[in-house]
């Protein structure tokens, strides 16, 4: 058996665990001041089970652009979902796991030429598009593709709007460019819209399937054999939040235009299955004490320095439009005293949270931020030489024994370290440890 060498190490956990107390332990290990992210495979693994519980009829893409460290795209992979990408290395990427050419939908309305080509010879058929310039370009590099016409709809509010960019007007434009596509003998096999990432209303998905539904008979009359419909993304995804009243308006509108048709339902959900499985701890590494004014009143403020900032992880502030909320892994005593974190680089921009009042941190101090998954990873950079954060991943000892069967997280992916040698008996019973961890290699290559 060939074990492939270490990319990632995924550490199998027994008993309680949360992410807190697996940083609590990396960092008292000791000899660390680089920040890092503890990811829950089973995060992933239970927010998967509850989109097939509650939409049974729609097919998860997940967005690789949201977060695309192999080990979540492989256990994605492993579970049975599909894949969106945006480009001919995230295409390159995720055939690379080995996942077939038909779960990959290339979801980019405007594709350079030499990706289409790429998308072609590895046979990923189905994209988007929104244009004629982009019909012309395809019926040119690959006239056999299986194509879906990108809508616009929009989400009455949304943290990251992309009907601005992509998709053109269901009523005025889309009519046209599916008969255009016939005209060119192109194929249009179905209809997709994206309402908005973080959308903040869940009813723009009635509105959109109704959209689609017209234009399905658009486009059997204008000769195309319709028969998928893609929901895109816009779900929510931080710890606490609920997809449970999008899926019935999705459910509903299914059945209200869609109920008794041959029609193949996914959607390209990022943010819902990336967002809460990674948490990323930082460090504090340097302070300095400034006089400032706060409501009048003449006071110290602290400003800390961090060994992660909007450079790497906290890219999301500027990009993604995201808060965040530093939380001591030691609980911090004392007055709450006007405060600000700031990344390690020398840019001025670098600052992660500008106010904020929290009590005296020491030199050292680690800091936790929870759902850090989403629109983080992929874009962050070594800008200064600050490295990105590395992934130290977790998974529960019984989830584990199930994922290691699943293709592509093989059995040859992993090697159980022994276990920790059995502590002689004490005197008086100990307190149950809150949980006891065996650590497993995973090299997901
Ligand atoms: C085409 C497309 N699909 C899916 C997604 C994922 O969206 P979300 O993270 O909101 O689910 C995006 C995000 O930008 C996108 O552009």
Redesign the pocket.
């Known amino acids: 058996m060939k074990v492939i060498e270490d990319e990632q190490r995924v550490r199998v956990m027994e008993g309680q665990w949360t992410p807190e107390a697996v940083i609590k332990e990396i960092v008292e290990e000791g000899g660390h001041d680089e920040p890092f992210y503890v990811m829950d495979l089973g995060e992933v693994v239970a927010r998967y089970h509850h989109w097939k519980e509650l939409m049974p009829r729609v097919e998860p893409f997940y967005?690789v652009?949201?977060n695309d460290d192999k080990l979540l795209v492989s256990t994605l992979a492993a579970l049975g979902a599909g894949f969106?990408c945006?480009s001919k290395a995230e295409i390159e990427m995720v055939t690379g796991l080995g996942v077939r050419p038909e779960r990959i939908i290339f979801?980019?309305p405007a594709k350079l030429a030499s990706h289409i080509r790429y998308s072609s010879s590895v046979g990923v058929d189905l994209m988007t598009f929104d244009s004629e310039t982009e019909l012309v370009k395809i019926k040119q590099h690959m006239p056999h593709a299986q194509l879906v016409v990108r809508i616009r709809c929009d989400a009455a509010a949304a943290r990251?709007p992309?009907g601005i960019k992509f998709g053109c007007d269901p009523v005025t434009e889309a009519p046209r460019l599916l008969k255009l596509a016939a005209v060119f003998g192109l194929r249009v096999v179905g209809v997709s819209f994206?309402v908005g990432?973080?959308a903040e209303e869940s009813g723009v998905y009635a509105r959109a399937i109704q959209y689609c539904r017209a234009l399905f008979t658009l486009g059997a009359a204008a000769g195309h054999a319709m028969h998928l419909l893609d929901l895109?993304?816009?779900?929510p995804g931080h710890t606490g939040s609920s997809i449970r009243e999008t899926a019935q308006v999705i459910n509903a509108a299914l059945d209200a235009n869609f109920s008794g048709c041959e029609v193949r339902v996914i959607a390209?959900?990022?943010?819902?299955f990336a967002c809460a499985a990674y948490t990323l701890a930082t460090m504090v590494y340097a302070k300095r004490e400034v006089p400032a004014k706060e409501d009048d009143v003449e006071e110290t403020h602290t400003m800390y320095f961090m060994n992660d900032g909007v450079y790497g992880s906290f890219n999301c502030l500027l990009y993604d439009h995201q808060e965040v909320t530093p939380v001591p892994l030691n609980t911090a005593e004392g007055t709450p005293r006007s405060s600000s974190f700031w990344g390690p680089t020398c840019d001025g921009l670098d600052c992660v949270v500008p106010r904020m009042r929290i009590p005296a941190l020491p030199l050292g101090a680690w800091l936790v931020f929870r759902d850090m998954g989403?629109y983080t990873l992929p874009v962050a950079s070594a800008f200064n030489g600050f490295p990105v954060p590395k992934v130290r991943a977790v998974v529960d000892r019984r989830l584990w024994s199930v994922l290691k069967e699943l293709w592509p997280l093989t059995e040859n992916h992993f090697v159980v370290a022994p276990p920790a040698p059995v502590a002689p008996l004490a005197p008086v019973t100990p307190a149950p440890e809150p949980h006891r961890a065996v650590f497993v290699e995973c090299a997901l290559k």
Do not use: I, T
């Open positions: 967005a652009k949201c969106d945006a979801a980019n990251c992309l994206h990432s973080g895109g993304g816009g779900f390209e959900p990022g943010r819902y989403a």
